[in-house]
């Protein structure tokens, strides 16, 4: 399950990197300072050029997505730290093997279409239907903002649907996920709820990202 983790996963090397780009020497007298103020030092703009400009050694994947995504999401007029927190984990774990495709980390069925999860959500009941809801939401957000040529492609060459069809796909996943009584006792209602409303901002966001990390590469 995805959670709004990603500035719980910084690392100590993503301190001394911090540290560094503000101009100290690191150790741990100066992580004790940062950390009492690490929002705000994680909202410059210096160290969102700092990360893209490859400093070494590299940040983690937590903190790296964690800064793009907090300032494209501020710069589509969305400040909101929890937000940031959750786009930049399912980042972070949709990059990793196959797990885009999965409702969990661990799970038999592998989706590699919105319609499998579709199809998943309608035989789903109880806890698994939270899962799968909240999937669906993800995986539309991860296609529309990350591979929005990938989804343009397939229009052009097979006659798929639109952008729009998407980002309907994962409103409606994210605001039946938001409704269930599992969205609460996760912490995610909150964030499941605005996510639903502000879908399109969000997806602009990490178009954003995108366009980011292929400057990066």
Known sequence: MITADARSHLTTNDLDLVIRCLGGSG??????????????????????????????????????????????????????RAIADYCAAMLREFGIRRRA???????????HYLVDILTDLAQSTGDRHFRVSVHLGNYALWLTGIFPDRIHARRIRRGGPHLEYYETLGQRGFAEASEHRLAEWTGLEDILHTTAHQFSLVRRALNRVRADLKLAA
């Open 101 to 111: 495709n999965q409702i969990g980390a661990v799970d038999d069925h592998d989706h």
């Open 27 to 80: 150790g741990e007298p100066d992580r004790e300072l940062l950390r009492a103020g690490l929002d705000q030092v994680l909202d410059r703009p210096d160290l969102r050029r700092y990360l893209l400009a490859g400093a070494m050694p590299g940040p983690s994947t937590s903190l790296f997505f964690y800064v793009l995504v907090r300032h494209a999401l501020v710069d589509e007029g969305l400040d909101d």
